[in-house]
């Protein structure tokens, strides 16, 4: 009884930990009683495999060498498990199909929408991989909590699965310590753990996260560093057989067009009413600027619309460039310059280098008049701004209004009497919703 407490709390503490944890099996949909009469059974020899014998394999074609997992050994827990094949989309495959492969182990449910989420993008990695000549197989170990839902998840996938088997797959669960799903294993020494998301290495990487290791994903990251601080346009906009962005009227206009100018890289969704309300600033500030400072200044639309649609229709009210939206460049941007959330603007000098990644505020706040958009140039509109509200009263009376007004800023607002947008300085009462422009005040004799 003791062992079977301490195996129940144990199953308790690993299941706080989520993408989507254990928890979500409820006593009503998933038993663990045979998982915890299997547990006791098998504690003594579980403890004694608990570590996985690795040796040295290079990577046939490959410039790197990784530890890999002895293949044979999953091959072993399967035949001591009583596993006598896998499935595919064909039927059913020897396990020792496996045999010479980098595999992989993948944990998800068809009842989890982040592991349906996930799904297409282990799927054109595996592919990717496949048409570069990498012996990779991944076999699917279900969350399900029945054949139907187990078949249903499984018809997306071309790769292997462990045959349905409640029981089975959840010693095999805890056997690979799966407190999460989705969850992504390489069976091979130096893998990024779930702990550290491989499943959000995959998502921002694709293919090139092979081979999963925790030296690859560094290499990643230092070369994002570096396009994010001194890639050329060329190179930052551009991809493997493109030099061109589009325009509204689909129009290819090459790179090298927008080389020497300031670029805005625009983030947005034509779904987002931020966004919309955004774009109309931009676009205010952006037509000023053409007419006031010619070519040096370009905006390129980095679409997160949800189809291509979307984008067309987003691009079409826009009078500046777009990366194409099947490119996977729109992606890697969004990664490279770490964007959470939309509307966001990076803005880049004409010398390649990040001049801000708040463009939003200071276009919001300052318009075209931020222009060339340094620390320097908003350092001036501040102070000028100070100085602005330094030479008006603190409050006044106006005719039109019968309470005492007092100055305030404000980002924006309407004027009550002019009925006009401002922004900045104007003459607010505490009282009601009223405010003034300064220019609008009619002082009371």
């Known amino acids: 009884?003791?062992?079977?407490?301490?195996?129940?709390?144990?199953?308790?503490?690993?299941?706080?930990?989520?993408?989507?944890?254990?928890?979500?099996?409820?006593?009503?949909?998933?038993?663990?009683?045979?998982?915890?009469r299997a547990k006791v059974q098998d504690l003594k020899k579980a403890t004694q495999k608990?570590?996985?014998?690795?040796?040295?394999?290079?990577?046939?074609?490959?410039?790197?060498e990784v530890t890999y997992t002895d293949n044979h050994?999953?091959?072993k827990i399967f035949e001591a498990e009583g596993v006598e094949f896998l499935l595919s989309s064909e039927g059913k495959v020897p396990a020792s199909e496996c045999n010479?492969?980098?595999?992989?182990?993948?944990?998800?449910?068809?009842?989890?929408?982040?592991?349906?989420?996930f799904t297409p993008h282990l799927l054109e990695l595996y592919e990717t991989l496949r048409k570069r000549g990498i012996s990779l197989e991944i076999i699917f170990i279900s969350f399900d909590r029945?054949?139907?839902g187990f078949k249903e998840h499984f018809k997306s996938m071309p790769w292997l699965a462990v045959p349905f088997d409640v029981n089975l797959h959840r010693r095999l669960i805890d056997r690979y310590r799966v407190d999460r799903i989705p969850s992504f294993i390489?069976?091979?020494?130096?893998?990024?753990?779930?702990?550290?998301?491989?499943?959000?290495?995959i998502e921002d990487y694709g293919a090139d996260a092979f081979p999963f290791t925790r030296k690859r994903h560094e290499e990643l990251k230092a070369m994002d560093k570096r396009k994010s601080e001194e890639a050329s346009f060329e190179e930052l906009l551009g991809h493997v057989g493109r030099n061109f962005l589009i325009s509204g009227d689909d129009r290819k206009v090459p790179i090298s067009e927008v080389a020497?100018?300031?670029?805005?890289?625009?983030f947005c969704a034509y779904w987002s009413p931020p966004c919309c309300a955004f774009t109309v600033q931009l676009t205010d500030a952006y037509n000023n600027l053409k007419a006031a400072k010619g070519e040096c200044f370009e905006i390129v639309l980095i679409s997160t619309d949800r189809d291509l649609d979307e984008f067309n229709v987003n691009r079409s009210s826009m009078p500046w460039l777009a990366v194409p939206y099947e490119d996977r460049t729109r992606h890697d941007l969004r990664r490279i310059f770490n964007i959470k959330g939309i509307?966001?603007?990076?803005?880049?000098?004409?010398?390649?280098?990040?001049?801000?990644?708040?463009?939003?505020?200071?276009?919001?706040?300052?318009?075209?008049?931020?222009?060339?958009?340094?620390?320097s140039r908003i350092r001036d509109l501040e102070a000028a701004l100070r100085k602005e509200g330094e030479a008006l009263p603190q409050q006044v009376e106006d005719v039109k209004h019968e309470h005492v007004l007092k100055l305030d800023m404000a980002k924006a607002y309407v004027c009550d009497s002019c009925r006009k947008q401002g922004k900045f300085w104007t003459f607010s009462c505490d009282v009601c919703d009223y405010d003034l422009h300064p220019s609008c005040l009619e002082k009371a004799n």
């Open 1 to 36: 009884m003791m062992i079977i407490k301490t195996i129940c709390m144990g199953f308790r503490e690993r299941v706080r930990l989520a993408r989507i944890p254990l928890s979500k099996f409820s006593s009503d949909s998933y038993d663990i009683r045979p998982t915890i």
């Open 50 to 64: 608990r570590r996985q014998l690795l040796y040295r394999a290079p990577m046939a074609g490959l410039n790197f």
């Open 73 to 75: 050994d999953i091959l």
């Open 100 to 117: 010479g492969k980098v595999i992989c182990l993948f944990f998800s449910a068809n009842w989890c929408r982040p592991c349906r989420a």
């Open 146 to 148: 029945d054949g139907d």
């Open 186 to 201: 390489p069976l091979c020494s130096d893998a990024i753990t779930i702990e550290e998301d491989l499943i959000g290495c």
């Open 260 to 266: 020497g100018k300031t670029i805005g890289l625009y």
């Open 343 to 375: 509307p966001a603007l990076v803005l880049i000098g004409p010398d390649g280098k990040v001049v801000s990644v708040n463009g939003k505020f200071m276009i919001s706040s300052y318009g075209a008049e931020a222009f060339p958009f340094t620390e």
